[in-house]
C-alpha cells in the first residue's frame, strides 16, 4: 500500500489535431514526495496538468491515483472525491466572497454527503458549517491571512490570492495537490511564505505535491525530484542537482 | 473575540450589510405591519396594482435566485408563468378543484416540465442557453394557441373560478380585491422566506461560488451542472405558483400569459431591484410592475415614459437599486 505511488501516469498523450502537445509521458509521485515538473513555455506542461485533472480529455495513457485507474474522469469528478486538487496558473478566487467563505465553499462538498443535503437548514447543517467554519479559521491563521480575513478575496494581492487558493485546497485534507505555477506573479516576501505553506502542508498534513514552476530556486529547494518536459515529451528526471548539471536540459530551458 | 472583530468589519458574503444592532429587523416589521394594514386606506385601484405586484415578485424570486444567485441569464420564466397559469385554470374549470389544489399542482407540474426542458438548455453556455430559453416561451404561446381542444386556442379559458377553499364541508370564496390583497401577501411572505431559506444554506453558497467562478466551483468538488438544473426547476416553479395567482385573480388566460413581455418585466424586476439581493427583489416589483400599473392613466405615452426610466436607471444605478438600499441602511447607522 505505501509502496504504490500515489499517482502514476503512464503514456499519457495528448493531440489537437496533427500537434502533439503531450506525447507519451510517464510520471509518477510518491506518498510524501514534493515533485517539481519544469520545462520551457510550450513544453505541454499545462496541458499534461489538464488531462491528469480532467479538465482536458487525454487521447491516449493512463491515470491512477491511489492505485484507482481515474483516466477519462471530468475535473468535477475527480475534485469531488477529495483526493487530488489543483490550482490553475491564473489565480482564481471567488471574488466577491470573502477568504473565510471562499475557504467554507471549498470544503461543503466534502462535509455534505449530497447535494440535497446542503439546502438543508437544521442543526445538522449548521454544524458541519461551523465545523468547516473552524478549520477554514484555522488554515486562515496559518496562511498568515487572518487580519484580511472579512475582505473580498477580489480585492486582495495576487500573492495573497495564491495563498486563499492554496489554504482552499488543504480544506477537503487531499492526498495530493497539484500546483501550476504558484509563485508566478508574487514579490519575493511572499514566496517563501507559500514555499513554507507547501513545506508544512507536506510535513505536518501528508500532502503529496506536484508542482509546475519556472523559479528555479523554489523547485530546488522544495522538491527532491525534478522531471523536465520539451516538446510534449520526458525530456529529464532526477534530484535537482542532476537536472541543473544535464546538458540537455540546459540547453532547452535552463540556458548556458 | 472574532465575534467583535466581525461586528466591526463589513462581509462580503452578507452583501455589504454592516451586522451589529440591527435596523433591518424593525424596519420590516413596520413594513408588514403596514402591508397588513394597507386595504384600510388605499383604494381598490392601488391595491390592485400591489397585487399585480406580489403575483410578479414570485417569478421574480425564482429569476433572482437563477441570475442573481447562480448567475443564469433565462427568459423562460413567461413559459413557466404561462404553463402555471394554464395548468391552474385547467384543473379549475375541469375539475373544480379547490384552489390550494390548482395552485401547488401549477408548481408541481412547471417544475416536472421545467426538468426534460432543462437538462438539454443547460448543456448550452451563456449566449445560446438565453436564446434556448426565449425559444421556450415562443413554443408555449404557440401551443397554447394551436392545441385549441385543450386551450381552447385565442379565445383562451375564461371564467376561472376566484380562489376557494374547501376544507371537509366547509368552503369559502376569496371574491374581493381585498380578500385576494391577503392571500396574495401571505403568499408572496411565504415566497420570501423560502428564498431567503434557500439563498442562506449551504446550497446557496455553492450557488454563489457558480456565479462567481464556474471552473473554480467545479474544482472544489461543486456539481455544477446538478445545482444548475435544481435551481432552474426551483425558479420554474415560483414562476408556476405566480402564474397560478395570476389565472385565478384575473379570472381569464390566453396565449398572451406566454409573453415576451412578461419575461422582460421579471428581468429588469431582478437587474432593476438588483439582482443578488432579496429586498432589492420585491422593492423592484413594487417599482417596476406598480410603475407600469400606475402609467396605464396615459396609455399612449406608457411605454415611452417606462423606456426613458429604464434608460435612467441603467445609467444611474447600474447594479439596481439594491446598493441604494444599502446606502440607506448605512446611513441610517451612522444618525443614530
Known sequence: MSGLPILDISGLCKSYGAVRAVDGIDLHVNRGEICGLIGPNGSGKSTFFDCVTGLAKPSAGAVKLDGQDITGWSLNDIAREGRMLRSFQKTVVFSAL??????????????????WSTFGIGAAARNRVAALRERARELIQIAGLWDVRFQPAGKLSGGQQKLIQFASMLMPEPKLILLDEPMAGINPKLIERVVDSIRLANTSFGVSFLIIEHNIDVVTSLCKRVVVLDQGRKLAEGTPDEIVQNQAVREAYLGG | MTEIVRDQTVTAAEHKVATGPD????????????????????????????IIALIFLLPAHGLNLLLGYTGLLSLAQAAFFGIGAYASALLAVHFGTPFYVNFLAAGLITGAIALPLGIPALRLRSTSFVMCTLGFVIIGQAIAKNWISLTRGDMGLA?????????????????????FYYLVLVIAALATLAVYLIVRSPAGRNMIAIREN????????IPTWHYKLVVFMISAIFAGLGGSLYAHYLTVVSPLTFQMYYSTTMLIIVLGGGAGTISGVIFGSLLFVGLTEA?????ELRMIAYGFFLLALVFYFPNGFAPLIGRFWSFLERRK
Do not use: K, W
Open chain 2, 23 to 50: 435596523l433591518r429587523v424593525p424596519f420590516g416589521l413596520g413594513l408588514a405591519a403596514l402591508a397588513c394594514v394597507a386595504p384600510l386606506f388605499l383604494g381598490n385601484y392601488p391595491l390592485h396594482a400591489i
Open chain 2, 159 to 179: 371564467a376561472v373560478p376566484r380562489p376557494y377553499f374547501a376544507l371537509g364541508p366547509a368552503s369559502f370564496t376569496v371574491s374581493g380585491t381585498v380578500g
Open chain 2, 295 to 299: 402609467l396605464r392613466v396615459a396609455p
Open chain 2, 214 to 221: 464556474e471552473t473554480l466551483a467545479e474544482s472544489v468538488g
Open chain 1, 98 to 115: 470573502d477568504i473565510e467563505e471562499n475557504l467554507v465553499i471549498a470544503g461543503q462538498m466534502f462535509t455534505f454527503p449530497g447535494i
